[in-house]
């Protein structure tokens, strides 16, 4: 059966239409919340703003950069963070400002300090415990494999004990 370029398209699935037209308004108020500011004066300006919001974290959401999260804190980080570049501040002072706001959780990659050293520990901590535990698992293992036999004597004592006697 052919297709006639004249007749209509089929129609979509009721279902279907119906999600589209709840979820095309979520999608839309979570472009406008993450919207970028178009306007900047230099190329350079906008090339700051884009690798700092990609830098800081969203203290709200924890995982995700101010870039991605539709938080209202991020929006306002967002909008600090055009404001100063806009006004000439380097990325080093807008990040020290979001530190002393925030403190160092908001960079997506802390730097190396005493207060943040169990964050860089914690995945090598994690690991050397994960094969500390496989380790005696093993051994374990290998122990109860290599127990001996019961002798005769023993044999003789574990029936009477069966036994009763």
Same mark, same amino acid.
């Given at each position: 059966?052919? #297709?006639?370029? #004249?007749?209509p398209l089929r129609r979509l699935p009721l279902w279907?239409?119906?999600?589209?037209?709840?979820?095309?308004?979520? *999608?839309?108020?979570?472009?406008?919340?993450?919207?970028?500011?178009?306007?900047?004066?230099?190329?350079?300006?906008?090339?700051?703003?884009?690798?700092?919001?990609?830098?800081?974290?969203?203290? $709200?959401?924890?995982?995700?950069?101010? #870039?991605?999260?539709?938080?209202?804190?991020?929006?306002?980080?967002? !909008?600090?963070?055009?404001?100063?570049?806009?006004?000439? #501040?380097?990325?080093?002072?807008?990040?020290?400002?979001? $530190?002393?706001?925030? *403190?160092?959780?908001?960079?997506? !990659?802390?730097? $190396?300090?005493?207060?943040?050293? $169990?964050?860089?520990?914690?995945?090598?901590?994690?690991?050397?415990?994960?094969? *500390?535990?496989?380790?005696?698992?093993?051994?374990?293992?290998?122990?109860?494999?290599?127990?001996?036999?019961?002798?005769?004597?023993?044999?003789?004592?574990?029936?009477?004990?069966?036994?009763?006697?």
């Open positions: 059966m052919s #297709h006639c370029p #004249h007749q279907l239409a119906a999600l589209v037209a709840w979820l095309l308004p979520a *999608g839309l108020a979570m472009a406008v919340a993450i919207g970028e500011p178009i306007e900047f004066e230099t190329e350079a300006q906008q090339r700051q703003y884009q690798t700092l919001v990609r830098e800081l974290r969203c203290t $709200v959401c924890q995982s995700e950069t101010i #870039h991605e999260s539709n938080a209202e804190l991020a929006a306002d980080m967002r !909008r600090r963070v055009y404001q100063m570049t806009l006004d000439g #501040h380097d990325g080093d002072a807008i990040v020290d400002f979001m $530190v002393a706001r925030y *403190g160092d959780y908001v960079r997506y !990659r802390p730097p $190396v300090q005493a207060n943040t050293a $169990v964050l860089w520990a914690s995945p090598f901590l994690l690991a050397l415990i994960g094969a *500390g535990f496989w380790w005696q698992i093993i051994r374990g293992r290998r122990q109860m494999a290599q127990r001996p036999e019961f002798t005769e004597q023993e044999r003789a004592a574990l029936k009477r004990l069966n036994r009763g006697e």
